[in-house]
């Protein structure tokens, strides 16, 4: 019930590309779904979030796709680019002092020039 | 840069030594929470702190133990190191407590036990 699943683990996509990595929970409780990047020795940071009252959040080349029913979101990363080559964490949680977000295991995201 | 900030960025040690990870939260941010990654995996959560007061606790192990301070720093003890412990410790701050506020991760601190 607390799991959130993320795929794929890997993903190779060329330069003007689309990349798409998707989310998967089970706890209908969850109201708050962050995304986060994470560059190679850096710490994740915070790319994008989305509540579950909208189906779709896009912050420039980034869009959060989210289906409530299904208990699915997913990240889309238009006309990737190498520089957006990274680690990709999906999260949720819930808004409300006690609850810690729930991590995705990560995809691995390179961008080929 | 974040705001926050880790010290040391590498240790390295020997096994069964302890050492002390420390963290700095932005200013103004109440929460701390600690974070393991191993080589290429992901975020494993160890422990949370709210204004000096334990507020979750994740996989933490009981060699492990953290306390956060008056000044809000937080510092992270690990002893009876193994060679299992080797990772990327990060620490994040937040305003608030708990999953709906943005997390800021500090650049993390790189243990290896040899």
């Known amino acids: 019930q607390q799991q959130v699943k993320q795929s794929p683990q890997s993903l190779i996509v060329q330069k003007g590309g689309i990349s798409i990595i998707n989310c998967a929970y089970e706890n209908t409780a969850f109201d708050y779904f962050p995304w986060y990047q994470q560059f190679p020795g850096k710490g994740p940071a915070l790319l994008i979030a989305i509540r579950p009252d909208v189906s779709e959040k896009k912050e420039g080349r980034f869009t959060i796709s989210f289906n409530k029913s299904a208990k699915q979101f997913s990240l889309h990363i238009m006309d990737s680019q190498p520089g957006d080559s990274a680690t990709y964490f999906c999260?949720?949680?819930?808004?409300?002092?006690?609850?810690?977000?729930?991590w995705g295991a990560g995809t691995k995201l390179i961008i080929k020039p | 840069d974040s705001g926050v900030t880790q010290t040391p960025k590498h240790l390295i040690t020997a096994t069964g030594q302890r050492v002390t990870l420390r963290c700095s939260p932005r200013s103004g941010d109440l929460s701390v929470y600690w974070y393991q990654q191993s080589l290429d995996q992901g975020l494993q959560f160890l422990i949370q702190y709210y204004n000096g007061e334990e507020r979750a606790k994740g996989n933490i192990l009981e060699r492990f133990s953290a306390q956060q301070f008056p000044d809000l720093h937080s510092e992270l003890n690990l002893s009876s190191l193994e060679l299992g412990d080797s990772a990327l410790y990060f620490c994040?701050?937040?305003?608030?407590?708990?999953?709906?506020?943005?997390?800021?991760f500090g650049e993390g601190s790189r243990l290896t036990v040899l």
């Open positions: 994040a701050s937040s305003v608030v407590s708990g999953g709906g506020g943005e997390l800021f």
């Open positions: 999260a949720a949680s819930r808004m409300d002092s006690n609850y810690q977000l729930i």
